[in-house]
Nanobody, 123 residues
């Protein structure tokens, strides 16, 4: 059974930083891309960042570029999301995702979701 357990969310002031972590189990972590989605109140879920399994290539949504950094530690079966220069509009539940498929239009569709961790950015 695939399990994705997020940690590291919390309350931070605008301009601050947070690092989210996701411990994965139930699959061969090294072999698959993994990433992060988020869902803000009243909005659809949004793919934020994905990191590949092989060459370390990464994807960032425009909202995350230049502020967020995704990384993975295959020895620990863990993926991280370093978030800097946080804005109130980054307030959302952040989900670790795996089992990613990508459409011809470029959108990611995860098969597996963590339970989510709340990030709240105050102004």
């Amino acid at each position: 059974e695939v399990q994705l357990v997020e940690s590291g969310g919390g309350l931070v002031q605008a301009g601050g930083s947070l690092t989210l972590a996701c411990a994965a189990s139930g699959f061969t972590f090294d072999d698959y891309p993994i990433g992060w989605f988020r869902q803000a109140p009243g909005k659809a879920r949004e793919g934020i960042s994905v990191i590949s399994s092989s060459d370390g290539s990464v994807y960032y949504a425009d909202s995350a570029k230049c502020r967020f950094t995704i990384s993975r530690d295959n020895a620990k079966n863990t993926v991280y999301l370093q978030m800097d220069s946080l804005k109130p509009e980054d307030t959302a539940v952040y989900y670790c995702v795996a089992g990613l498929q990508r459409s011809s239009g470029g959108a990611f569709s995860p098969l597996h979701w963590g339970q989510g961790t709340q990030v709240t950015v105050s102004s």
